[in-house]
């Protein structure tokens, strides 16, 4: 089995930065791909950034050039940093792995830590 914990949630304001960070344990030669989704109250959880095997990153639109997705620490710690944070950025904020090389599904999910960002 694999094991995501996430930390670097909190509170911040609006225009302010946080670093999330994943670190995957356990069975961790079955991870290929990483994604960050969140979920905000009363709306469905959105993928926000994703980053492959071979480091090819994504990003949806609301966030391009604000946040950006990183691997590190032999490929089992992903982080993402968040520039220039807007309150509509508000939500919990999960981890996942993917064993497909790029992120399409994931296989594991962290429990989420909560972005909170105030106006």
């Known amino acids: 089995q694999v094991q995501l914990v996430e930390s670097g949630g909190g509170l911040v304001q609006a225009g302010g930065s946080l670093k999330l960070s994943c670190v995957a344990s356990?069975?961790?030669?079955?991870?290929?791909?990483f994604g960050w989704h969140r979920q905000a109250p009363g709306k469905q959880r959105e993928l926000v950034a994703s980053?492959?095997?071979?480091?090819?990153?994504d990003y949806v639109d609301s966030v391009k050039g604000r946040f950006t997705i990183s691997r590190v620490a032999a490929k089992t710690t992903v982080t993402l940093q968040m520039n220039s944070l807007k309150p509509e950025d508000t939500a919990v904020y999960y981890c996942?792995?993917?064993?497909?090389?790029?992120?399409?599904?994931?296989?594991?999910w962290g429990q989420g830590t909560q972005v909170t960002v105030s106006s």
């Open positions: 980053i492959s095997r071979g480091g090819m990153t």
């Open positions: 356990g069975n961790t030669f079955r991870i290929n791909a």
């Open positions: 996942a792995a993917d064993r497909s090389s790029i992120f399409r599904s994931p296989d594991y």
